[in-house]
T-cell receptor
Framework: NAGVTQTPKFQVLKTGQSMTLQCAQD?????MSWYRQDPGMGLRLIHY???????DQGEVPNGYNVSRSTTEDFPLRLLSAAPSQTSVYFC?????????????FGPGTRLTVL | AQKITQTQPGMFVQEKEAVTLDCTYD???????LFWYKQPSSGEMIFLIY??????QNATEGRYSLNFQKARKSANLVISASQLGDSAMYFC????????????FGSGTRLQVQP
C-alpha cells in the first residue's frame, strides 16, 4: 500500500492564481480530511468528507473548495490564492469503524503564495 | 475556548532519561479519543499512541505511555529512555464522537534530546 499520497510536495503561487492540491489513498478509507499547519501551530481542519459524494466544512474553510467523486481521491482547490494561504497542507484518511480511528497523514504539500 | 492545550512550547531532556509532555483537553462529549503525533524535522505526522475515553487502563506503545487522568482532563505523554531520534515536535489531538469526528490539535511541544 502507498498509504496517503499528496502532490505536489512544493508549490509557489502568485496572488490570485488557482490550483488544486491532490490527495489519494489506497486503503479504502471512507473518511478523508484536509488540514493546514501554519508556523508554530498545530493542524487546523479545512474540509472533510465521510464518503464519496459527501463533504463538509471544517474550522477554516474560506478560500478552499473540495469534492469527493471517488473513495480514493479528495482534491483541495484554492480558488484565488492569497498570501494568508501560505502554509503546509496535510491530507489524512481513516476508517471510522476501526477501534482507534487513527488518521493516516500524507507527507504534506508546502505552499507559498507571493 | 481552547479544546487542546499544550503549555510547554519547548522541552529539553537528557538522553536515556524519561520526559513528560503535558496535554489538557476540554470537551462535553462523553465519548472521545486522545492521540499523540510526532512530527520530526522532515515534516511528516507519525501516530504514536491513542487513549479512548472509556479505556480503563493507560495506553502504552513501546517507550510511549499516556498518563490519562479523566477527571482532570489531562492526557500527558511519557517517553521513557529518551533517544536522540525522539527530538521532534509532539502534538496532542482529540477526536470527539459527536460532530465532525476530525482531530483537533494542540499547538505542540518541541522536544530536544541532548546527548
Amino acid at each position: 500500500n502507498a498509504g496517503v499520497t499528496q502532490t505536489p510536495k512544493f508549490q509557489v503561487l502568485k496572488t490570485g492564481q488557482s490550483m488544486t492540491l491532490q490527495c489519494a489513498q489506497d486503503m479504502n478509507h471512507e473518511y478523508m480530511s484536509w488540514y493546514r499547519q501554519d508556523p508554530g501551530m498545530g493542524l487546523r481542519l479545512i474540509h472533510y468528507s465521510v464518503g464519496a459524494g459527501i463533504t463538509d466544512q471544517g474550522e477554516v474553510p474560506n478560500g478552499y473548495n473540495v469534492s469527493r467523486s471517488t473513495t480514493e481521491d479528495f482534491p483541495l482547490r484554492l480558488l484565488s490564492a492569497a498570501p494568508s494561504q501560505t502554509s503546509v497542507y496535510f491530507c489524512a484518511s481513516s476508517r471510522p469503524g476501526s477501534l482507534v480511528h487513527e488518521q493516516f497523514f500524507g507527507p504534506g504539500t508546502r505552499l507559498t503564495v507571493l | 475556548a481552547q479544546k487542546i492545550t499544550q503549555t510547554q512550547p519547548g522541552m529539553f531532556v537528557q538522553e536515556k532519561e524519561a520526559v513528560t509532555l503535558d496535554c489538557t483537553y476540554d470537551t462535553s462529549d462523553p465519548s472521545y479519543g486522545l492521540f499523540w503525533y510526532k512530527q520530526p524535522s522532515s515534516g511528516e505526522m507519525i501516530f504514536l499512541i491513542y487513549q479512548g475515553s472509556y479505556d480503563q487502563q493507560n495506553a502504552t506503545e513501546g517507550r510511549y505511555s499516556l498518563n490519562f487522568q479523566k477527571a482532570r482532563k489531562s492526557a500527558n505523554l511519557v517517553i521513557s529512555a529518551s533517544q536522540l531520534g525522539d527530538s521532534a515536535m509532539y502534538f496532542c489531538a482529540m477526536r470527539e464522537n459527536l460532530g465532525r469526528r476530525a482531530l483537533t490539535f494542540g499547538s505542540g511541544t518541541r522536544l530536544q534530546v541532548q546527548p
